[in-house]
Antibody, heavy 123, light 106 residues
């Protein structure tokens, strides 16, 4: 069974930093692209970033470029999101997601999601 | 790429046929996915690539479209279907979601 478990969320002051982790199990982590998606309280979904299987390619939404860094450790089956210079508008539940594999090619859809971790940016 | 869903919300009865539309601001071919989200839960992938139903998703769900205009159809609404639905394009980065369509009980 695929499992994704996020951790590391919490309350942080504006300008502060936080590192989110996502522990993966039940599948060969190194064979999948991985994503972070967030959802502000009462709002819709916003894709944040993704990372290629071996970590060589990374993409971000414009609003977090230069502040957030996605990374992975395939030996530890873990995905990370380093968040710096946090702003009030970064307050959200952050979900870790696995992109599906379609017979060896990218499915370009997130087929498994964690339960999310809440990040609150406030003074 | 901006994704616009309509309506933003709708009220429907069990057994109704429900259609949700999603429009992309540019051609995204068929790189369009649909997710269902229930309160307090993570999203769940229903349909990928415009029309490919995910394993375990009831056949009353279907998707169609190409280019800029897409639809999600629920053939006969069931009590478990009351939720918020999101379209999402994966044609290019950054991936973007529609604002969501909340399906409520009439």
């Amino acid at each position: 069974e695929v499992q994704l478990v996020e951790s590391g969320g919490g309350l942080v002051q504006p300008g502060g930093s936080l590192r989110l982790s996502c522990a993966a199990s039940g599948f060969t982590f190194s064979s999948y692209w991985m994503h972070w998606v967030r959802q502000a309280p009462g709002k819709g979904l916003e894709w944040v970033a993704n990372i290629k299987k071996e970590g060589s390619e990374k993409y971000y939404v414009d609003s977090v470029k230069g502040r957030f860094t996605i990374s992975r450790d395939n030996a530890k089956n873990s995905l990370y999101l380093q968040m710096n210079s946090l702003r009030a508008e970064d307050t959200a539940i952050y979900y870790c997601g696995r992109e599906g594999d379609c017979s060896g090619t990218r499915c370009l859809a997130i087929d498994s999601w964690g339960h999310g971790t809440l990040v609150t940016v406030s003074s | 790429i901006q994704m616009t869903q309509s309506p933003s919300s709708l009220s429907a009865s069990v057994g109704d046929r429900v259609i949700i539309t999603c429009r992309a601001s540019q051609n995204i071919w068929t790189y369009l996915n649909w997710y269902q989200q229930k309160p307090g839960r993570a999203p769940n992938l229903l349909i990928s690539g415009t029309s490919t139903l995910q394993s375990g998703v009831p056949s009353r769900f279907s998707g169609s479209g190409s280019g800029t205009d897409f639809t999600l159809t629920i053939g006969s609404l069931q009590p478990d279907d009351f939720a918020t639905y999101y379209c999402q394009q994966s044609y290019n980065s950054p991936w973007t979601f529609g604002q969501g369509t909340k399906v409520e009980i009439k």
